[in-house]
C-alpha cells in the first residue's frame, strides 16, 4: 500500500485509486492526535449518542460528530487528508456526513453487510469517497473493511428486496464467487493511518473475533458540483471542507434508483435543502439556502 506521509497523491496513487476503488495510508496522524481523538470519543456529547450496552454489544455508527465536538471537526479538514481529496475531488469539497464507526470488544459481534455507499446517499453524480481513520489498527481479527477491487467501476448493485432498500447488496457472487479471489482486499490501515474508498466500491466487514474494539471514525466528502437525491440530510451535510460554492450541479448520464424505505412523509429521506444546520451556520449561509 501507498506511504501517506506527504501531502496530496501521486500520480501513480491517482492511477490505483481509478483501477481499484481504494488506497490506504498509514502514518497520517500522530500519537498525540490519535490520542486526541480517542479522548474525544469519549466525551458526554458523543457517548449519549448510544447507550453504553449498545457500545459495547453491536456495531454502532455515531454520526454527525464534527458538529458535537471540535477535534472531529479539525480532523475533517485535516490538511494531509484534504490534499489527497483534492487529487480525487477537485478544489471544491463538502461533507457529506461524518460518523464514529465502533466495533465491539464482545467476540464475534459487529459484522457488516457487503454494500456500496453510493446508493444509501445517490447524488447527481459519483464524485464520492469516505476517508477510514483509524483510532486502533485493523486486521482481520478485529474484523476490518474488505474491498472488491475495480468494483466501482460496476456502477450501482442492487439493493433492494421485496421492494424496498435492503441496506446490503443482493448480488452475491461480487464476494463469494468472484472470478479472481485476489480481488478481494483487506484494507488493514495501522493506528493513525487512513483508507479512502470510491463511494461505488463494494465492501463489507466481518465480526470483531478479538475482545477488543476496532474504532474509526469515517468522513464521506462530496465533490462541490455533487447534489444530494436522497436518503438524510445531518446537521453537518454541506460543509464546506475546501474552495467554495459555485451554484453548479453536475449530472451524470443515466437513471438513479433512490433507496425506497417506505412511508412516511420523506420515504426517501430528507436532503432536499442539501446542508444542515451546524453546516450552514459554520459556512455562514442559512440552512436550505447553501446552494
Not at 467476540?107 to 456500496?116: D, I, L, M, S
Not at 478479538?210 to 453537518?236: C, E, K, N, W
Amino acid at each position: 500500500m501507498a506511504n501517506g506521509n506527504a501531502t496530496g497523491l501521486t500520480e501513480q496513487e491517482i492511477t490505483q485509486y481509478r483501477e481499484d476503488g481504494f488506497l490506504v495510508f498509514d502514518g497520517i496522524l500522530s500519537e498525540a492526535e490519535v490520542e486526541e481523538l480517542r479522548l474525544a470519543c469519549e466525551a458526554d456529547a458523543i457517548t449519549s449518542l448510544r447507550t453504553q450496552k449498545e457500545y459495547e454489544t453491536m456495531t454502532v455508527h455515531a454520526l454527525g460528530i464534527t458538529s458535537l465536538h471540535p477535534a472531529f471537526l479539525r480532523l475533517a479538514k485535516h490538511p494531509a487528508i484534504v490534499g489527497k481529496l483534492r487529487a480525487l475531488l477537485g478544489d471544491d469539497i463538502e461533507l457529506q456526513h461524518s460518523k464514529l464507526a465502533t466495533k465491539p470488544p464482545a467476540k464475534g459481534v459487529g459484522a457488516f453487510a457487503w454494500h456500496q455507499d453510493y446508493v444509501f446517499y445517490p447524488h447527481t453524480n459519483t464524485d464520492l469517497l469516505s476517508v477510514m481513520v483509524m483510532l486502533d489498527d485493523a486486521t482481520p481479527e478485529n474484523g476490518c473493511m474488505q474491498m472488491v477491487k475495480g468494483s466501482h467501476r460496476l456502477g450501482p448493485l442492487n439493493h433492494m428486496k421485496d421492494g424496498r432498500f435492503a441496506a446490503a447488496c443482493q448480488e452475491t457472487r461480487y464476494w463469494e464467487e468472484p472470478a479472481n479471489p485476489d480481488d478481494i482486499a483487506c484494507i488493514m490501515p495501522k493506528t493513525g493511518g487512513i483508507s479512502i474508498h470510491h463511494a461505488l466500491t463494494l465492501h463489507g466487514s466481518a465480526a470483531n473475533a478479538s475482545g477488543r474494539p476496532r474504532r474509526g471514525i469515517v468522513f464521506s466528502y462530496r465533490a462541490g458540483d455533487a447534489y444530494q437525491l436522497a436518503d438524510t440530510l445531518f446537521d453537518d451535510t454541506g460543509l464546506l471542507i475546501s474552495g467554495s460554492r459555485k451554484g453548479i450541479v453536475r449530472c451524470d448520464a443515466g437513471v438513479v434508483a433512490l433507496p425506497f424505505r417506505g412511508g412516511g412523509a420523506h420515504p426517501y429521506g430528507s436532503a432536499w435543502n442539501q446542508a444542515g444546520g451546524f453546516a450552514a451556520a459554520h459556512n455562514g449561509e442559512q440552512p436550505g439556502h447553501s446552494r
